[in-house]
């Protein structure tokens, strides 16, 4: 009767809504933890993010890429880490580690989850790094969550797994429950209906097995309202156990992660972290320790007191002890101890221990941090052992040492201190450094004293004393200040003796021991500060070189002694012709030095001139010797329109004197600037084209020669152009003049008609044969081997043609030895090259000059042909010389031919050949021939 019961089938029925239930809450708790374990990812790198950031701000904020990279390069060394990179504020990479993977996420912009290589699934980060208020940059790390997801993935197929057997399990409980009441619930439905169709109609007999199905009618509503309310309870309890779930896996995770947020700062720390237990077993070091004794946390937690092979044998019974009295309840909570390495490396670690009991009152373990304080220690002992040589030194010291307070009062000395004072210890300290001053030096003591306190120190700080028996005495003094910051320490040396024969010494190196005149050294100081005065005053300075001419001859003849005391006496006679103010130095010799500030322009210095040209010119009498010489003075002023310095003067003055010599001696000279400045531009010039030679910056022009009948090129003359790299084309009329008659112009010329040839033979392997004449200077002509260097020069060039050379000379040039110059021009056309005689007309000109030189052509001068059509003089002129060559059977060419008019008069009048502005102006060789092509097609000179 019992299973037939309403009761058993109630209990089964609430079994399936049980079952139903706790289906649900599976399913909500697995989706929980599914959320959870997403957290749990974003967390975990969230934290490692942090951390990371934590490590590299320091390192990015003084821009220390090498421990950027150190960080980098451990932080992946940490499990899912697979690679960071560091980019600064310009989104330049500045950092990276190497990458564990062969994908590449350079493409990756922004965080977010990434497939990986289609088995692993990466996470990548972007977050910046913020130091204080300012952003340093940007880290891109990237993680492996491919574990992390498949762990999830797992989870939700066991979900799924469960909610199908827990669905299955579910409907064939509710099918068997369903049978077995169809029959007593149709019983039901039968009332029910009955009641619907005639409420009050009584309802039939229940004729069910069981025995409560008789009362369900009477009792439904009750029933129902039970339902409902114990429906409401379980969601309740539903909502109550799923927060308790939450709680759970929160608190777990919390725990989780302070323990790993703790183990990565003990690993992290700079200091070795151990845990003993009472055994005396090192179960637990970290990283720091372990890589400093190079042992694993294996090897160390192997075996109890293994760790006493790190400590010294002196040490190791002390050290080891501390377990057994740990053991006892006491613990040494701070010691000092060395521990050496397995490679021997020893360093001094200050240890602090905390004691941990367990439930029972006894030692669970001890926990120890060491911090390495090898530089420590040993600074300790160094002032130590500084403490004891300074206290050593104190009082065996030669030296004069002390020490005072703030006020200068004496605190302790040694004996060399008394000594030096010749006070006795009980008065000394009755008194203060300061109070030993010399009254001058007093107010620069206390100054003195104030530095010390502010700075430090004070070295080399020089005074004069009054010691006993009113002594001066003249000491150096060096001030340190304790580290107390109340002390001062100083050291005191007598240079009392010293300063004495320095300055002794300074007045012979500064003055003539003869005259007793300042010398060289002493002056060029002295000029400097009056050409400063000088700027400041507005006024001018005049500085005067005088050399004694004749002082010579008087040593000679009279000895060296007379000599010396004739300086003596006309040192004494020009500084009585000076000014007040005025300044003389003798510079060696007879040579001296006058230094005049002050004037209001140059003619005041006139009459100080010429009373020391009066003062020298008399007659001076030495021993029954009457001896009168005279003086050849410089002068040169300042200020100038440029800036120059001290040296400067005294050598412009020197030129002057010279100058002064060569005139006539006894006799004044003044310095020219302007003078001085245009030597000195040609000098640097020549200078500048000096170096233009050597660095190739020189290149030839060539100018067309035709014959305008023809029209047929005839040759080119070759030009020379300076091309300098700063400015381009330098004007010849620039850097021609200055060499005229320098070295330089043999240089440039030999350097002209080298290149010459080279183009020559250039255009005769294109198939050309072009002449080029070159010009050549008297200087380069005139010059002893000229036929030889010229020889030698052509002997250079293989298969040279030397008819296909032509040299042009000035004919003021060829005037200069017009002997020499024929036998030349002669020697070289035995060479086979020939010459022309240029601007023919311009100098002193005559027949016989025309006679001898051998030259085959001349050029009429430009300035001859420009005005021929509207000077008359000019025609005649032409028109001799055109007669003149073809007497002397000399071929003609008319240089400056501008127009076609000029072409045309010239070759009436006999002149066929001709170069100028009007045919063409000097071009670069490669542009020649295309010239050359384009003229014969447009110009025809002919009658």
Partial sequence: MFFNSLRYRFILSFLSIELLFISLIVFFNFSSIARLSHSLIDEKISTSTQLFIEMIKTPMAVYDLATLDDNANSFTKLQNIISVKIYDNSKRLISKSAANTVVSFDDVQHSGTVAGDGEKTYQVVWTPVNYKKDILGTVQIVYEITESLQTIGENRKLTFLLMAIELIISSIVAFLIGWRLTHDLSLLTGSAEIIAKNEDSKLPPVQSKILEVNILFDTLNTMQKNISERKQELLQTLEILKDDIVKLNTLEFDLKQEKNFISTIIDSANAIVAVINADGVMTKINKYGVDFTGYSQEEIGSAPYFWSRFLPPDIRDRITGIIPDAQKGILTKSYRSSWISRTGNERVFEWSNALVLNDEGLMDYIASIGVDITEQARQEALIQLQKEEFETIFHISKDPIAILDRESNFLDFNEAYIELTGFSREELLKRSCIGLSAPEDRERSIEAMKTVFEQGELENYEKMCVVKDDRNVIVNMSFSLLPDGERVLTSVK???????????????????????????????????????????????????????????????????????????????????????????????????????????????????????????????????????????????????????????????????????????????????????????????????????????????????????????????????????????????????????????????????????????????????????????????????????????????????????????????????????????????????????????????????????????????????????????????????????????????????????????????????????????????????????????KEHRWQL
């Fill in 494 to 936: 007598d240079v009392t003796e010293s300063r004495n024969h320095e300055r002794q010494l300074e007045h012979m190196a500064h003055y003539d021991m003869l005259t007793g005149l300042p010398n060289r050294m002493l002056n060029s100081d002295h000029l400097r500060r009056a050409m400063l005065q000088a700027v400041q005053k507005g006024k001018l300075l005049a500085v005067l070189y005088l050399d004694l001419d004749g002082f010579k001859e008087v040593n000679d003849h009279y000895g060296h002694d007379i000599g010396d005391k004739l300086l003596v006496k006309l040192a004494s006679n020009m500084q009585k012709a000076l000014r007040d103010g005025d300044w003389l130095a003798r510079l060696g010799g007879d040579e001296f030095v006058v230094i005049l500030p002050g004037l209001y322009d140059k003619i005041h210095a006139m009459a100080v001139i010429q009373r020391l040209l009066d003062a020298v010119n008399q007659s001076i009498r030495i021993n029954d010797v009457s001896i009168q010489i005279s003086v050849s003075i410089g002068v040169s002023f300042y200020p100038q329109s440029i800036d120059i310095d001290g040296d400067q003067i005294i050598r412009q003055a020197d030129q002057a004197m010279y100058e002064a010599k060569q005139s006539g001696k006894n006799h004044f000279y003044i310095f020219d600037p302007d003078h001085d400045r245009i030597v000195r531009e040609k000098h640097q010039m020549l200078k500048r084209i000096e170096q233009a030679l050597a660095n190739h910056e020189f290149i030839l022009y060539y100018h067309p020669k035709i014959n305008m009948r023809t029209n047929e090129l005839i040759g080119v003359e070759a030009l020379i152009r300076w091309l300098d790299p700063q400015i381009g084309l330098v004007p010849p009329l620039e850097f021609l003049p200055p060499i005229e008659n320098h070295p330089l112009a043999v240089d440039i010329g030999e350097w002209v008609i080298n290149e010459a040839i080279s183009q020559i033979q250039k255009w005769r392997q294109a198939g050309l044969n072009i002449s080029v004449s070159v010009n050549v200077g008297a200087k380069q002509l005139l010059q002893g081997n000229f036929v030889e260097r010229l020889q030698m020069i052509i002997e250079q060039h293989d298969g040279f043609d030397p008819s296909m050379l032509q040299l042009e000379i000035l004919e003021t040039s060829a005037l200069e030895d017009i002997d020499q110059a024929a036998k030349i021009i002669s020697a070289c056309n035995k060479l086979g090259v020939y010459f022309s005689l240029d601007d023919f007309g311009t100098g002193y000109s005559s027949l016989t000059y025309l006679k001898r030189l051998p030259v085959t052509t001349l050029k009429i001068d430009q300035g001859f042909v420009r005005d021929m059509l509207i000077d008359k003089n000019d025609l005649a002129i032409l028109k001799g010389i055109i007669g003149l060559a073809s007497a002397f059977d000399r071929e003609i060419l008319a240089e400056g031919v501008e127009t076609y008019e000029h072409g045309q008069h010239l070759m009436a009048l006999g002149c066929e050949l001709a170069q100028g502005f009007g045919i063409a102006r000097p071009m670069p060789a490669d542009q020649l021939v295309k010239w050359y092509e384009q003229w014969r």
